[in-house]
Protein backbone atom coordinates (compact mmCIF):
# COMPACT_ATOMS: atom_id res chain seq x y z
CA UNK A 1 0.00 0.00 0.00
CA UNK A 2 1.50 3.69 -0.66
CA UNK A 3 1.80 6.36 1.83
CA UNK A 4 2.88 9.41 1.64
CA UNK A 5 1.41 11.48 4.67
CA UNK A 6 1.67 10.16 8.12
CA UNK A 7 2.64 10.96 11.50
CA UNK A 8 4.29 9.73 14.38
CA UNK A 9 5.17 10.25 17.80
CA UNK A 10 9.15 10.36 18.93
CA UNK A 11 10.86 10.98 22.24
CA UNK A 12 14.48 11.64 22.75
CA UNK A 13 16.27 9.88 25.81
CA UNK A 14 16.70 11.26 29.83
CA UNK A 15 19.41 11.94 30.81
CA UNK A 16 20.53 9.79 33.57
CA UNK A 17 20.53 10.73 37.53
CA UNK A 18 23.76 12.22 38.85
CA UNK A 19 24.78 10.15 41.81
CA UNK A 20 25.43 10.84 45.46
CA UNK A 21 27.91 8.85 47.00
CA UNK A 22 30.89 9.00 49.33
CA UNK A 23 34.22 7.05 49.15
CA UNK A 24 34.26 4.55 51.19
CA UNK A 25 38.09 2.35 51.79
CA UNK A 26 39.76 0.86 55.11
CA UNK A 27 41.90 3.33 56.92
CA UNK A 28 40.51 6.20 55.11
CA UNK A 29 38.47 8.36 57.46
CA UNK A 30 37.61 11.18 55.31
CA UNK A 31 37.03 9.77 51.70
CA UNK A 32 35.16 12.67 50.30
CA UNK A 33 32.09 12.90 47.63
CA UNK A 34 32.59 10.37 44.35
CA UNK A 35 29.12 10.41 42.73
CA UNK A 36 29.74 9.74 38.75
CA UNK A 37 27.41 12.20 36.57
CA UNK A 38 24.65 10.68 34.46
CA UNK A 39 25.35 9.69 30.79
CA UNK A 40 23.06 11.49 28.26
CA UNK A 41 20.25 10.36 26.42
CA UNK A 42 19.52 9.19 23.39
CA UNK A 43 19.05 11.69 20.01
CA UNK A 44 16.28 10.82 17.49
CA UNK A 45 17.39 11.74 14.04
CA UNK A 46 15.37 10.51 10.50
CA UNK A 47 17.74 9.14 8.03
CA UNK A 48 17.15 8.65 4.09
CA UNK A 49 17.17 5.25 2.70
CA UNK A 50 17.03 4.37 -0.89
CA UNK A 51 15.24 1.32 -0.27
CA UNK A 52 12.35 2.88 1.17
CA UNK A 53 9.45 3.87 -1.06
CA UNK A 54 6.58 4.73 1.10
CA UNK A 55 5.48 5.65 4.35
CA UNK A 56 3.37 2.34 5.26
CA UNK A 57 5.55 0.94 7.74
CA UNK A 58 4.31 3.36 10.11
CA UNK A 59 1.34 2.18 10.00
CA UNK A 60 2.36 -0.23 12.22
CA UNK A 61 4.67 1.84 14.92
CA UNK A 62 4.26 5.31 15.07
CA UNK A 63 5.66 5.88 18.58
CA UNK A 64 9.44 5.87 18.64
CA UNK A 65 11.69 6.28 21.87
CA UNK A 66 15.80 6.49 21.86
CA UNK A 67 17.48 5.11 25.06
CA UNK A 68 17.76 6.79 28.16
CA UNK A 69 21.15 7.50 29.42
CA UNK A 70 22.69 5.20 32.27
CA UNK A 71 22.66 6.57 36.03
CA UNK A 72 25.83 7.13 37.36
CA UNK A 73 27.65 5.42 40.40
CA UNK A 74 29.88 5.89 43.01
CA UNK A 75 33.86 5.73 42.58
CA UNK A 76 33.31 8.65 39.97
CA UNK A 77 31.92 6.28 37.56
CA UNK A 78 29.86 7.88 34.96
CA UNK A 79 27.02 6.63 33.10
CA UNK A 80 26.83 5.41 29.70
CA UNK A 81 25.09 7.72 26.96
CA UNK A 82 21.93 6.08 25.80
CA UNK A 83 21.90 5.18 22.32
CA UNK A 84 20.45 7.37 19.54
CA UNK A 85 17.45 6.40 17.46
CA UNK A 86 17.91 6.38 13.64
CA UNK A 87 14.25 6.24 12.10
CA UNK A 88 14.47 5.30 7.96
CA UNK A 89 12.44 7.08 5.47
CA UNK A 90 11.99 7.23 2.03
CA UNK A 91 13.62 10.05 -0.34
CA UNK A 92 11.92 12.54 -0.64
CA UNK A 93 9.92 12.62 2.63
CA UNK A 94 10.03 16.46 3.98
CA UNK A 95 10.09 16.56 7.80
CA UNK A 96 7.54 18.79 9.52
CA UNK A 97 7.50 19.64 13.55
CA UNK A 98 3.36 19.28 14.24
CA UNK A 99 1.87 21.35 17.19
CA UNK A 100 -0.58 19.13 18.90
CA UNK A 101 -1.97 22.14 20.69
CA UNK A 102 -2.90 25.24 17.90
CA UNK A 103 -2.75 22.47 15.16
CA UNK A 104 -0.05 23.51 12.73
CA UNK A 105 3.17 22.44 11.42
CA UNK A 106 6.76 23.92 11.22
CA UNK A 107 8.77 22.60 8.29
CA UNK A 108 12.19 20.90 9.65
CA UNK A 109 13.95 19.23 6.93
CA UNK A 110 14.13 17.89 3.55
CA UNK A 111 15.44 14.15 2.87
CA UNK A 112 16.45 14.38 -0.37
CA UNK A 113 19.82 11.55 -0.93
CA UNK A 114 20.83 8.30 0.33
CA UNK A 115 21.81 8.89 4.48
CA UNK A 116 20.40 11.91 4.51
CA UNK A 117 20.05 12.74 8.60
CA UNK A 118 18.55 15.01 10.13
CA UNK A 119 18.54 15.10 14.51
CA UNK A 120 14.84 15.91 15.09
CA UNK A 121 15.29 15.57 19.30
CA UNK A 122 18.02 16.18 21.59
CA UNK A 123 18.21 13.71 24.56
CA UNK A 124 18.96 15.24 27.69
CA UNK A 125 21.74 15.90 29.43
CA UNK A 126 23.10 13.57 32.53
CA UNK A 127 23.04 14.70 35.95
CA UNK A 128 26.01 15.70 37.73
CA UNK A 129 26.83 13.91 40.11
CA UNK A 130 27.55 14.89 43.56
CA UNK A 131 31.32 15.03 43.43
CA UNK A 132 30.93 17.86 41.25
CA UNK A 133 28.98 20.05 43.92
CA UNK A 134 32.39 19.85 45.98
CA UNK A 135 34.02 23.03 46.58
CA UNK A 136 36.72 24.44 49.94
CA UNK A 137 33.46 25.49 51.75
CA UNK A 138 31.51 22.54 50.99
CA UNK A 139 33.43 19.46 51.12
CA UNK A 140 30.61 16.48 51.70
CA UNK A 141 27.62 17.95 49.62
CA UNK A 142 24.78 15.47 49.59
CA UNK A 143 23.53 17.34 46.09
CA UNK A 144 23.04 15.57 42.83
CA UNK A 145 20.87 16.56 39.74
CA UNK A 146 18.30 13.99 37.86
CA UNK A 147 18.94 13.29 34.19
CA UNK A 148 17.41 16.60 32.00
CA UNK A 149 14.08 14.84 30.42
CA UNK A 150 13.92 13.52 26.83
CA UNK A 151 12.24 15.66 24.04
CA UNK A 152 8.37 14.87 23.08
CA UNK A 153 7.67 16.12 19.95
CA UNK A 154 4.71 14.73 16.90
CA UNK A 155 5.82 15.08 13.65
CA UNK A 156 4.37 15.06 10.55
CA UNK A 157 6.31 13.52 7.35
CA UNK A 158 5.10 14.13 3.74
CA UNK A 159 6.51 12.13 0.88
CA UNK A 160 7.05 13.86 -2.52
CA UNK A 161 8.54 11.43 -4.91
CA UNK A 162 11.82 12.29 -6.62
CA UNK A 163 11.31 11.50 -10.20
CA UNK A 164 12.56 13.69 -13.31
CA UNK A 165 9.22 13.55 -15.11
CA UNK A 166 5.68 13.32 -14.04
CA UNK A 167 2.98 11.56 -16.17
CA UNK A 168 -0.16 14.05 -15.90
CA UNK A 169 -3.52 13.63 -17.49
CA UNK A 170 -6.92 12.49 -16.76
CA UNK A 171 -7.98 9.11 -15.59
CA UNK A 172 -7.92 6.47 -18.57
CA UNK A 173 -5.46 8.87 -20.66
CA UNK A 174 -2.85 6.27 -21.16
CA UNK A 175 -0.52 7.17 -18.52
CA UNK A 176 -0.36 3.24 -17.17
CA UNK A 177 -0.22 1.97 -20.62
CA UNK A 178 2.47 4.59 -21.51
CA UNK A 179 4.53 3.72 -18.65
CA UNK A 180 4.07 0.18 -18.71
CA UNK A 181 5.21 0.30 -22.58
CA UNK A 182 8.32 2.43 -21.83
CA UNK A 183 9.76 1.20 -18.89
CA UNK A 184 10.07 -1.87 -16.96
CA UNK A 185 7.05 -0.52 -14.29
CA UNK A 186 4.08 -3.00 -13.90
CA UNK A 187 0.90 -0.42 -13.23
CA UNK A 188 -2.87 -2.28 -12.99
CA UNK A 189 -4.18 -1.25 -16.02
CA UNK A 190 -7.61 -1.34 -16.66
CA UNK A 191 -10.59 0.68 -18.51
CA UNK A 192 -12.47 2.30 -15.66
CA UNK A 193 -11.54 5.80 -14.13
CA UNK A 194 -8.99 5.96 -11.33
CA UNK A 195 -7.08 2.29 -12.10
CA UNK A 196 -4.11 3.74 -10.54
CA UNK A 197 -4.70 4.41 -6.73
CA UNK A 198 -0.59 5.23 -5.82
CA UNK A 199 1.74 6.95 -7.74
CA UNK A 200 4.01 4.34 -10.16
CA UNK A 201 7.44 5.24 -10.60
CA UNK A 202 8.97 3.94 -13.84
CA UNK A 203 12.87 3.80 -15.15
CA UNK A 204 13.79 5.14 -18.95
CA UNK A 205 16.96 4.03 -20.10
CA UNK A 206 17.42 5.46 -23.53
CA UNK A 207 21.16 5.35 -24.43
CA UNK A 208 23.42 6.71 -21.80
CA UNK A 209 20.51 8.48 -20.12
CA UNK A 210 18.05 6.88 -17.30
CA UNK A 211 15.15 9.00 -16.52
CA UNK A 212 13.05 8.35 -13.64
CA UNK A 213 9.40 8.72 -14.26
CA UNK A 214 6.27 9.32 -11.84
CA UNK A 215 2.49 8.35 -12.61
CA UNK A 216 0.52 10.76 -10.95
CA UNK A 217 -2.91 8.80 -10.21
CA UNK A 218 -5.68 10.65 -12.72
CA UNK A 219 -6.91 13.91 -11.66
CA UNK A 220 -10.57 15.58 -12.02
CA UNK A 221 -12.10 19.19 -12.23
CA UNK A 222 -11.78 20.39 -8.93
CA UNK A 223 -8.70 17.96 -7.53
CA UNK A 224 -7.33 21.12 -5.80
CA UNK A 225 -9.87 21.25 -3.86
CA UNK A 226 -9.76 17.60 -3.01
CA UNK A 227 -12.48 16.15 -5.51
CA UNK A 228 -11.45 12.65 -6.50
CA UNK A 229 -7.82 11.96 -5.25
CA UNK A 230 -6.91 15.29 -5.38
CA UNK A 231 -4.79 16.94 -2.73
CA UNK A 232 -3.28 13.11 -2.23
CA UNK A 233 -1.20 12.78 -5.20
CA UNK A 234 -0.54 16.53 -6.46
CA UNK A 235 2.20 17.17 -4.38
CA UNK A 236 4.14 14.52 -6.48
CA UNK A 237 4.35 16.99 -9.29
CA UNK A 238 5.83 19.46 -7.74
CA UNK A 239 9.72 18.06 -7.69
CA UNK A 240 9.77 17.34 -11.28
CA UNK A 241 11.15 18.92 -14.24
CA UNK A 242 9.55 18.05 -16.97
CA UNK A 243 5.97 17.13 -17.20
CA UNK A 244 4.27 14.44 -20.17
CA UNK A 245 1.04 15.72 -20.81
CA UNK A 246 -1.22 12.73 -21.81
CA UNK A 247 -4.39 13.60 -23.70
CA UNK A 248 -6.91 11.14 -25.06
CA UNK A 249 -7.69 11.50 -28.83
CA UNK A 250 -11.27 10.08 -27.90
CA UNK A 251 -11.66 13.17 -25.41
CA UNK A 252 -12.77 12.50 -21.60
CA UNK A 253 -16.42 11.94 -20.87
CA UNK A 254 -18.37 14.17 -22.78
CA UNK A 255 -15.23 16.53 -23.82
CA UNK A 256 -14.22 15.39 -26.87
CA UNK A 257 -12.09 18.55 -27.71
CA UNK A 258 -8.37 17.92 -26.66
CA UNK A 259 -7.47 21.41 -26.00
CA UNK A 260 -10.35 21.84 -23.41
CA UNK A 261 -9.08 19.12 -21.65
CA UNK A 262 -5.13 20.60 -21.97
CA UNK A 263 -6.69 24.16 -20.20
CA UNK A 264 -8.86 22.37 -17.59
CA UNK A 265 -5.85 20.23 -16.72
CA UNK A 266 -3.77 23.07 -16.30
CA UNK A 267 -6.13 24.66 -14.57
CA UNK A 268 -5.85 22.64 -11.65
CA UNK A 269 -2.21 22.49 -11.53
CA UNK A 270 -2.28 26.83 -11.35
CA UNK A 271 -5.20 26.79 -8.77
CA UNK A 272 -3.17 23.81 -6.34
CA UNK A 273 0.31 25.61 -6.75
CA UNK A 274 0.42 29.21 -9.64
CA UNK A 275 4.16 27.76 -9.95
CA UNK A 276 3.60 24.18 -11.75
CA UNK A 277 2.46 25.94 -14.94
CA UNK A 278 5.55 27.48 -15.56
CA UNK A 279 7.20 23.87 -15.39
CA UNK A 280 7.85 22.64 -19.50
CA UNK A 281 5.53 20.01 -20.67
CA UNK A 282 5.61 17.49 -23.88
CA UNK A 283 2.40 17.01 -24.98
CA UNK A 284 1.55 14.02 -26.07
CA UNK A 285 -1.54 13.01 -27.85
CA UNK A 286 -2.39 9.13 -26.76
CA UNK A 287 -4.33 6.48 -28.57
CA UNK A 288 -3.52 7.27 -31.67
CA UNK A 289 -4.09 3.49 -33.10
CA UNK A 290 -7.74 4.62 -32.08
CA UNK A 291 -8.05 7.70 -34.68
CA UNK A 292 -10.01 7.77 -37.64
CA UNK A 293 -7.31 9.36 -40.15
CA UNK A 294 -9.27 11.27 -42.92
CA UNK A 295 -8.61 14.99 -44.16
CA UNK A 296 -11.32 16.26 -42.10
CA UNK A 297 -10.26 14.67 -38.91
CA UNK A 298 -6.64 15.40 -39.82
CA UNK A 299 -7.63 18.86 -40.03
CA UNK A 300 -9.25 19.55 -37.00
CA UNK A 301 -6.45 17.63 -35.03
CA UNK A 302 -3.82 19.86 -36.59
CA UNK A 303 -5.80 22.98 -35.55
CA UNK A 304 -6.06 21.92 -32.18
CA UNK A 305 -2.28 21.02 -32.03
CA UNK A 306 -1.46 24.49 -32.59
CA UNK A 307 -4.14 25.80 -30.52
CA UNK A 308 -1.96 23.92 -27.42
CA UNK A 309 1.40 25.12 -28.74
CA UNK A 310 1.03 28.99 -29.16
CA UNK A 311 -0.73 29.02 -25.98
CA UNK A 312 1.75 31.51 -24.02
CA UNK A 313 0.05 30.43 -20.93
CA UNK A 314 2.12 27.36 -20.69
CA UNK A 315 5.78 26.21 -21.42
CA UNK A 316 5.23 23.82 -24.09
CA UNK A 317 8.47 21.87 -25.88
CA UNK A 318 6.52 19.81 -28.45
CA UNK A 319 3.62 17.93 -29.29
CA UNK A 320 3.54 14.31 -30.28
CA UNK A 321 1.17 11.36 -31.40
CA UNK A 322 1.53 8.12 -30.31
CA UNK A 323 0.06 4.91 -29.41
CA UNK A 324 1.71 3.25 -26.13
CA UNK A 325 0.12 -0.69 -27.87
CA UNK A 326 1.29 -0.19 -31.28
CA UNK A 327 4.30 1.89 -30.31
CA UNK A 328 3.21 4.15 -32.63
CA UNK A 329 5.46 7.57 -32.62
CA UNK A 330 7.39 6.25 -29.34
CA UNK A 331 10.83 6.44 -30.88
CA UNK A 332 10.95 9.93 -32.29
CA UNK A 333 9.55 10.78 -29.09
CA UNK A 334 12.00 9.03 -26.61
CA UNK A 335 14.65 10.36 -29.20
CA UNK A 336 13.23 14.03 -28.32
CA UNK A 337 13.11 13.58 -25.01
CA UNK A 338 16.94 12.20 -24.83
CA UNK A 339 17.81 15.51 -26.45
CA UNK A 340 15.83 17.96 -24.56
CA UNK A 341 16.66 16.46 -20.99
CA UNK A 342 20.31 16.73 -21.39
CA UNK A 343 19.68 20.64 -21.03
CA UNK A 344 16.77 20.71 -18.70
CA UNK A 345 18.95 17.77 -16.42
CA UNK A 346 21.37 21.15 -15.78
CA UNK A 347 18.32 23.74 -15.08
CA UNK A 348 17.87 24.15 -11.13
CA UNK A 349 14.96 23.09 -9.81
CA UNK A 350 12.95 26.22 -7.78
CA UNK A 351 12.57 24.67 -4.07
CA UNK A 352 8.81 23.86 -3.89
CA UNK A 353 9.63 23.88 -0.40
CA UNK A 354 9.64 27.42 -0.18
CA UNK A 355 6.47 27.83 -2.60
CA UNK A 356 4.24 26.37 -0.05
CA UNK A 357 5.88 26.90 3.37
CA UNK A 358 7.71 29.60 4.99
CA UNK A 359 10.22 27.88 6.91
CA UNK A 360 12.11 30.71 8.36
CA UNK A 361 11.04 30.73 11.74
CA UNK A 362 9.93 33.81 13.40
CA UNK A 363 12.54 34.05 16.22
CA UNK A 364 10.52 34.52 19.49
CA UNK A 365 11.97 35.62 22.85
CA UNK A 366 11.01 33.17 25.29
CA UNK A 367 11.43 34.17 29.14
CA UNK A 368 12.55 32.05 31.85
CA UNK A 369 9.02 31.46 33.51
CA UNK A 370 5.76 32.53 34.21
CA UNK A 371 3.46 32.91 36.65
CA UNK A 372 -0.29 32.02 36.36
CA UNK A 373 -3.22 31.75 38.95
CA UNK A 374 -6.03 29.31 38.49
CA UNK A 375 -8.52 28.70 41.14
CA UNK A 376 -6.16 29.86 44.22
CA UNK A 377 -3.22 27.64 42.50
CA UNK A 378 -0.24 29.35 41.45
CA UNK A 379 0.87 27.51 37.93
CA UNK A 380 4.69 28.25 37.23
CA UNK A 381 5.62 27.72 33.49
CA UNK A 382 8.53 27.66 31.08
CA UNK A 383 11.14 25.23 29.98
CA UNK A 384 13.66 26.56 31.92
CA UNK A 385 12.01 26.42 35.21
CA UNK A 386 10.48 23.06 34.17
CA UNK A 387 13.76 21.55 33.54
CA UNK A 388 15.68 22.75 36.85
CA UNK A 389 12.79 21.04 38.16
CA UNK A 390 12.45 18.16 37.20
CA UNK A 391 16.40 17.69 37.26
CA UNK A 392 16.64 18.67 41.46
CA UNK A 393 16.88 15.67 43.76
CA UNK A 394 13.70 17.23 46.37
CA UNK A 395 14.58 14.07 48.49
CA UNK A 396 18.00 15.69 49.83
CA UNK A 397 17.45 18.79 51.93
CA UNK A 398 20.68 20.36 50.16
CA UNK A 399 19.41 20.05 47.34
CA UNK A 400 16.14 21.69 48.20
CA UNK A 401 17.76 24.85 49.75
CA UNK A 402 19.86 24.89 46.33
CA UNK A 403 16.60 25.06 44.36
CA UNK A 404 15.09 28.03 46.47
CA UNK A 405 18.25 29.70 45.99
CA UNK A 406 18.14 29.07 41.97
CA UNK A 407 13.99 30.26 41.94
CA UNK A 408 14.95 33.46 44.59
CA UNK A 409 17.32 34.45 42.31
CA UNK A 410 15.56 34.00 39.09
CA UNK A 411 12.75 36.31 41.05
CA UNK A 412 10.57 33.47 41.00
CA UNK A 413 9.57 34.21 44.76
CA UNK A 414 9.42 38.33 43.39
CA UNK A 415 6.45 37.23 40.65
CA UNK A 416 4.52 34.92 43.26
CA UNK A 417 4.20 37.79 45.70
CA UNK A 418 2.94 40.26 42.75
CA UNK A 419 0.19 37.38 42.39
CA UNK A 420 -0.43 37.36 45.65
CA UNK A 421 0.63 34.12 46.96
CA UNK A 422 -0.26 33.42 50.85
CA UNK A 423 1.61 31.07 52.94
CA UNK A 424 0.74 27.35 52.72
CA UNK A 425 -1.06 28.22 49.05
CA UNK A 426 -0.38 25.19 46.49
CA UNK A 427 2.54 25.73 43.73
CA UNK A 428 2.83 23.56 40.28
CA UNK A 429 5.74 23.25 38.50
CA UNK A 430 5.54 20.94 35.58
CA UNK A 431 4.72 17.63 37.60
CA UNK A 432 6.17 18.95 41.28
CA UNK A 433 3.52 20.44 43.73
CA UNK A 434 4.70 22.12 46.13
CA UNK A 435 3.15 24.31 49.61
CA UNK A 436 4.09 28.43 49.50
CA UNK A 437 6.33 28.75 52.40
CA UNK A 438 8.09 32.69 53.17
Known sequence: MFLDIVKIFVKSGKGGDGCISFHKEKYVEFGGPDGGNGGKGGDVYIIGDKNYQTLYDFTRNRHFEAKDGAHGKGSNKNGKNGENLYIKVPLGTQIFIYNDEDKTKTFKADILKHEDKVKVASGGIGGRGNATFKTHNRTAPRIAQRGEPGEVLSLIFELKLIANIGLLGYPNAGKSTFLSSTTKAKPKIADYPFTTLS??????????????????????????????????????????????????????????????????????????????????????????????????????????KNKIKIDKKFKILEIFEISSLSKLGIDEFLKYVYKIMKVIETEKV???????????????????????????????????????????????????????????????????????????????????????VE
Open 199 to 304: PNLGVIEYYDQRFIIADIPGIVEGAYKGVGLGLDFLRHIERTKLLFHLLDINGYENETNIYNNFTKMNKELYLYNQKLVNKKQIVLITKMDTFVENKKNRKELDKL
Open 350 to 436: ENDILNNYNNIPEIKYESDFKVEKINDIFYIKGKKIEKITAMTYLEEPEAIIRFQNILKKMGVETELKKHGINEGDLIIIGDYKFNY
